[in-house]
């Protein structure tokens, strides 16, 4: 009876030590990123706009959804946000490469136009392992208009990238 105690004592003593084992190496792992988000924003213009063309740069591992009807982007992968969110309609186009290219057309039907700050919403892929920045993505060209359709000097189209 004795050595059945010490037997199962034993045993609830090799169940307690092993229980706290994680087999991990302590500490937490963070989260790979799978998409980026960038937002697109105009700065330096003194008037209201009524549309931007920018053409935008996307770094190594960086894509976008363009399957339904290439070369145009999927449904919502770029969409008019920020200061353009109402009235705007929004063309894109991807092409695939090193680099990828984003197109944008985006025209805003409000007649008094929309302000400066951000006017789209890029929802790009990343391949494993990727975590570029706001640098790492280029505005190959921009063209920023007012609400008569006239560029507007001076006017920079600017990006900001949250990963997620």
Partial sequence: MKNRIYLHMALLLTVIATAACGGGGGGTSAEQPTKAIVKLSVTGAASQL?????????????????????PETDNGVVVASGQAAANSLVASTYTAGWPGIVHIVLVNGNTNGFGTGEFATITCDL??????SASDFTVQSSSVNDI????????AVTVGVTLE
Avoid at 54 to 68: D, I, M, Q, R, W
Wanted: hydrophobic share 30%; aromatic share 0%; glycine share 18%.
């Fill in 50 to 70: 009524g549309g931007v063309d920018v053409t935008l740069s996307l770094p190594a591992g960086v894509t976008v959804k363009s399957t339904t009807a290439q």
């Fill in 127 to 132: 391949a494993s392992g990727n975590e570029p």
């Fill in 148 to 155: 008569n359709g006239s560029s507007i000097s001076g006017a």
